[in-house]
């Protein structure tokens, strides 16, 4: 009969303390410990000694004390402002989705875990929770939780809505580019009566792309038709473009849905409408829902780059929680339009671009 503990499987290495490894390798605690720690001063063989008996025993350190004694968690609280006021999950978006998934791993490569954090939540709620950092992705106008964390000093990664103050990074997309880009392709391909469809929160992105569709409308002396949702999910968005395209009067020529829903979805409501895409209506959706490339026809999609986001705004508050830096940091990243069939021209009779030359449009090349 030995005490050696046993060895193999989860359970029993939940049961090996460090003195096992001691024992197992002849060695005192002490430098056991200092061998798995990369510190102290042994020879080589010691320290490979040391870890190979805590290998063949299945040893593990103690993550949450070892954290604790150098003074962190590790631990970056998480949420989605944009959903404070709204019921849905923000897992159900496919950008949320990406943008935290990507959030998330890129973290934890520095050796950070996210805490998933509801929208309503205040300081009484995380206060008490050891976070290193915040995330706020897509907060709302003067979000109450943005204010908390900084008051609080904790280092924050959010929009570009918190530029220049101490302790903040932001990383955003250039939402002006974006939309000339998308609204240019759409003139080019002959259309002269864009529509946008938007969500109905307010945030610094979607009062960034009203502004722009607005300046843009009036440098092409078109009227602005612009529809807010009655709330986030494919549901909404789909009812805001059934309302659209049943309204009185001259519909319009082309459609950009920046409200996030399925391309398929959209398409559909279109498609119920009596319209054919693009022959009687170019289609554009901001969206990173795959399934876009998959329908009949294709559906052109704008790309806002949740990964990239994530990753940049990851690696500034690796920087800030590394340096100790309160200086506020920021970045922009590119969008992507990945063009097809939809915001095509058919250039046949009645098409988008015979319209657009029958009502004596120019045509305009890009801004």
């Known amino acids: ?6 060895r193999g499987g989860p359970a029993a290495a939940l049961r090996i303390r460090l003195v096992d490894v001691a024992r197992e390798a002849g060695l005192s605690k002490t430098t056991v410990s200092a061998a798995l720690n990369g510190t102290g001063r042994m020879s080589d063989a010691v320290r490979e000694r040391a870890r190979e008996a805590a290998r063949r025993l ?3 350190p103690n993550a949450t004390a070892r954290l604790l004694r150098a003074g962190h968690a590790r631990l970056i609280g998480y949420v989605v402002g944009e959903f404070a006021n709204e019921p849905g999950s923000y897992m159900s978006s496919p950008y949320f989705a990406q943008l935290t998934s990507a959030t998330a791993t890129a973290a934890l490569r520095h050796g950070y875990a996210l805490v998933l954090l509801p929208a309503r939540c205040g300081p009484e709620e995380w206060a008490d929770l050891p976070l290193d950092a915040a995330i706020v992705a897509d907060p709302l106008d003067d979000d109450p939780l943005v204010e908390d964390f900084v008051a609080a000093g904790i280092p924050l990664f959010t929009d570009r809505s918190v530029e220049g103050r101490p302790g903040t990074h932001w990383v955003d997309v250039d939402a002006d580019a ?3 880009e998308v609204l240019d392709h759409l003139r080019e391909q002959g259309a002269r009566r864009p529509a946008v469809v938007l969500p109905g929160t307010v945030t610094r ?8 569709y607005r300046r843009w409308c009036g440098g092409h002396g078109t009227p602005p038709r612009l529809v807010h949702t009655g709330g986030p999910g494919d549901g909404a968005v789909v009812a805001a473009v059934e309302d659209l395209l049943a309204g009185p009067g001259t519909g319009p020529d082309a459609l950009f849905v920046l409200a996030e829903a399925s391309p398929p979805l959209v398409l559909d409501a279109v498609h119920r409408a009596g319209l054919r895409v693009p022959e009687d209506l170019l289609l554009v959706c901001a969206s990173e829902d795959a399934s876009a490339a998959h329908t009949h026809p294709p559906v052109t999609t704008l790309s806002l780059r949740p990964a990239l986001i994530a990753e940049k705004g990851i690696e500034l508050l690796m920087a800030a929680l590394e340096s100790g830096s309160r200086e506020p940091t920021g970045a922009v990243v590119p969008t992507r339009l990945e063009l097809r069939a939809s915001s095509l021209a058919a250039r046949g009779p009645g098409g988008p671009a015979a319209r657009g030359r029958a009502a004596g449009g120019d045509r305009a090349g890009r801004a």
Request: aromatic share 10%; hydrophobic share 30%; charged share 30%.
């Open 205 to 212: 992105f979607h009062r960034a792309v009203t502004d722009s």
């Open 58 to 60: 299945g040893y593990r």
């Open 1 to 6: 009969m030995t005490d050696t503990p046993r």
């Open 178 to 180: 974006a939309v000339r």
